[in-house]
């Protein structure tokens, strides 16, 4: 099976500006998660849908994030305008079922680089 | 509540010898409990799981983790480091099903 899919790979924005991230899950995956990952640190969830439907957005700097995932496929996210503390790596995962354990795993997407100069 | 602690930032391992690298978490619930490695520029891949099955459990490359509920430890092994394992390192636990919580991770160098 395809696995996520992110564009693009690297942006450079200056700060104030405006970027989006666009993240296509795999196929039947009915949960979509962003998170970002400042260099040396673990991933920070900051959006979680289920189908369309957003489950915990508890993370996610309402003031300038911003994302949507309108038909419960692909997803974007969207900064607006960026700061010098945005520079992250964000990463798109979709979860499903594992058929012999039933326990759901998460699949990761290649990442979306952003530098804020 | 549900947390993953890494008790290491960083392990450095000489070529062919044992890895280990350390998983303790705390959850109210049954886990499920899973490693992912990071490698340069890339973004995380399934190492293992821990599903409510067998406690040792198999994964890529050669490695294993045990569950250990008494100890509410993960750690993850390798019986011999090879240098394409030098990567980020991260466990995480799922309790809810659809919730997922993330060590700080663990930077595995391996000197030839």
């Known amino acids: 099976e395809a696995g996520v899919a992110q564009s693009p790979r690297y942006k450079i924005i200056e700060k104030r500006q405006s970027v989006a991230f666009w993240c296509n899950p795999i196929s039947g995956h009915a949960t979509l998660y962003w998170y970002q990952q400042i260099l040396g640190q673990g991933p920070k969830l900051l959006i979680q849908f289920q189908n369309n439907g957003v489950v915990d957005d508890s993370q996610l700097p309402k003031d300038r994030f911003s994302a949507e995932r309108l038909k419960g496929v692909d997803s974007t996210l969207k900064i607006q305008p960026a700061k010098l503390e945005d520079s992250a790596v964000y990463l798109c995962?979709?979860?499903?079922?594992?058929?012999?354990?039933?326990?759901?795993?998460?699949?990761f997407g290649a990442g979306s680089r952003l530098t804020v100069l | 509540a549900q947390s993953v602690t890494q008790l290491d930032s960083h392990v450095s391992v000489s070529e062919g010898t044992p890895v280990l690298l350390r998983c303790n978490y705390s959850?109210?619930?049954?886990?499920?409990l899973f490693w992912y490695v990071q490698h340069p520029n890339k973004g995380l891949q399934l190492l293992l799981k821990?599903?409510?099955?067998?406690?040792l459990v198999k994964g890529i490359n050669g490695f294993e983790a045990e569950f250990k509920k008494s100890e509410t430890s993960f750690h993850l092994t390798k019986p011999s480091a090879h240098m394409s394992d030098a990567a980020e390192y991260f466990c995480v636990v799922s309790v809810t099903g659809n919730q997922f919580y993330f060590g700080t991770g663990t930077s595995l160098t391996v000197i030839p």
């Open positions: 959850s109210s619930y049954s886990p499920s």
């Open positions: 995962a979709s979860s499903s079922r594992d058929r012999l354990s039933g326990a759901n795993v998460l699949t």
């Open positions: 821990y599903t409510s099955a067998a406690t």
